[in-house]
Nanobody, 124 residues
Framework: QVQLVESGGGLVQAGGSLRLSCAASGRTFSSYAMGWFRQGPGKEREFVVAINWNGGRTYYADSVSGRFTISRDNAKKTVYLQMNSLKLEDTAVYYC?????????????????WGRGTQVTVSS
């Protein structure tokens, strides 16, 4: 079993920055690709970004490319999401997810484990 716990969410003004963390349990963190998804008010959950098992491959949604950066530290069993130049439309619950196999995937059905989410609210 893999347990994922997100942290770092909160309230931030538009144009500001926030860093999310996702801490994982277990001994095989490096076997998983990791992804971030988000769900805004009244919207469906959407893909944000993913990173492969060793951090050598990443894929970003167009809406966040150039503003968000994903990274991972396998020794610490943690994945990060650095969010800069935040916009009102970035307001959402952000979810961390793990995909066994290690390759970058973008579909929700490809992920095996999910965190409970952390709220990010961007104000004007």
């Amino acid at each position: 079993q893999v347990q994922l716990v997100e942290s770092g969410g909160g309230l931030v003004q538009a144009g500001g920055s926030l860093r999310l963390s996702c801490a994982a349990s277990g001994r095989t963190f490096s076997s998983y690709a990791m992804g971030w998804f988000r769900q805004g008010p009244g919207k469906e959950r959407e893909f944000v970004v993913a990173i492969n098992w060793n951090g050598g491959r990443t894929y970003y949604a167009d809406s966040v490319s150039g503003r968000f950066t994903i990274s991972r530290d396998n020794a610490k069993k943690t994945v990060y999401l650095q969010m800069n130049s935040l916009k009102l439309e970035d307001t959402a619950v952000y979810y961390c997810a793990a995909s066994y196999g290690g390759a970058v995937v973008v579909g929700e059905g490809e992920y095996d484990y999910w965190g409970r989410g952390t709220q990010v609210t961007v104000s004007s």
